[in-house]
């Protein structure tokens, strides 16, 4: 069940006791699986990428880059998996994912999601729709940063020069408070 939040996509996801293992927590590879379970739902179940017919041919994770913050136990409240887009390319997202349970964030991951092609199987460049979608789920600072971006772009193939969103992917620390929206 998904939630509507300011700049994110937010999914209650329950914990199972067959998600716990010998250590008395939450598997790490099955966190994983809640961070898949998110961006599933965003670009498959959403209802505007389900009314307008968003990403077809669906997509492929290319890369998930991932900070354990907390041990996380089973319990009856679920979790709340958010989603925010921290940068748009020509046919990839970059994917902030928050597993959390108030007031704890748990685990942070960043992962890249590239739009298929069905024919070759291989990325395809972002439909003008699938990109404003995507952007709705984007900070107000990225969003900004995004549009001058994309507006210098002279090709649609040239690559977009790294700016503070880039440097902050790879340089933030963790934050292990539960964010209730981007920003």
Do not use: K
Request: hydrophobic share 35%; with cysteine.
């Amino acid at each position: 069940m998904s939630a509507v939040h300011l700049g994110a996509h937010v999914l209650a996801c329950p914990t199972r006791w067959s998600d716990v293992d010998e250590n008395g927590h939450i598997n790490n590879a099955r966190l994983v699986g809640y961070i898949q379970e998110g961006i599933y739902d965003l670009f498959c179940h959403h209802a505007t990428a389900v009314r307008e017919s968003l990403f077809p041919s669906g997509f492929i994770i290319a890369r998930h880059e991932i900070d354990y913050l907390e041990q996380l136990h089973h319990g009856p409240e679920p979790l709340s998996v958010r989603l925010t887009v921290e940068r748009i390319g020509r046919s990839s997202a970059h994917v902030e994912v928050n597993v959390c349970r108030e007031p704890l964030t748990f685990m942070r991951a960043r992962t890249v999601v590239v739009a298929r092609d069905r024919e070759s199987g291989r990325s395809r460049t972002l439909s003008p729709n699938e990109r404003r979608f995507l952007s709705a789920f984007m900070p107000d600072t990225a969003r900004a940063e995004g549009t001058r971006a994309t507006a210098t772009a002279t090709t649609p193939t040239q690559r977009v020069a790294s700016g503070p969103a880039d440097r902050a992917w790879s340089s933030r620390r963790p934050r292990r408070r539960c964010r209730t929206s981007a920003g």
